[in-house]
């Protein structure tokens, strides 16, 4: 629905709007807090402060939505979506690290395509990065971003192989 609104925001004064969703799976504390003339609905746990976490990290890798692995190991049919693992991460707040996926089902025709038609390589790239084979995971991330050049996460973990830093998964904590 988004993307049908933006076909309205086409000028300068009206630029398309961006939105973030982090989705995590977990227990919570639902309540009211307030008083007589004015109450008001709030939710606390671990579960929500990490979907709130998630949502921050959408900004820093330019994409739309992103999961928990809680999330993705509860879907009914993983296959019916779009989506690819973006990292482990350390998350303030979070002993453990965080598996990560973005779901890019809504993202608008050309993204979602581009993305579809990069992910083996992603993927593979993914697995060289992780091993710490940096050089061919570098080589791979760019033949992602010949195809997609708006890949964010693919600029991202470009730079990190290039720099050859700490892994994602350490450099990330939020």
């Known amino acids: 629905q988004l993307t049908e609104y933006n076909k309205t925001r086409t000028t300068e004064e009206r630029l398309p709007l961006r939105i973030g969703v982090g989705i995590n799976t977990g227990p919570l504390m639902l309540g009211t807090v307030g008083g007589h003339f004015q109450m008001a609905g709030t ?33 009914h049919d993983p296959l019916a979506y779009d989506f690819r693992f973006i990292a482990k991460l350390s998350v303030k707040g979070k002993s453990k690290k965080v598996s990560v996926f973005e779901i890019f089902n809504a993202d608008i025709p050309e993204l979602r395509a581009a ?42 973990y470009r730079q990190q192989c290039r720099s050859q830093k700490q892994p994602i998964a350490e450099s990330m904590n939020n």
């Open 43 to 75: 939710v606390i746990s671990d579960a929500v402060n990490l979907a709130a976490r998630l949502e921050s990290l959408t900004k820093q890798f330019g994409v739309s939505m992103l999961i928990s692995h809680e999330t993705f190991t509860r879907l």
């Open 115 to 156: 993305k579809l038609a990069t992910k083996t390589i992603f993927e593979q790239a993914l697995v060289l990065y992780y091993t710490r084979d940096y050089i061919r995971a570098d080589k791979l991330f760019a033949r992602c971003l010949q195809q997609h050049p708006a890949d964010t996460v693919a600029k991202i």
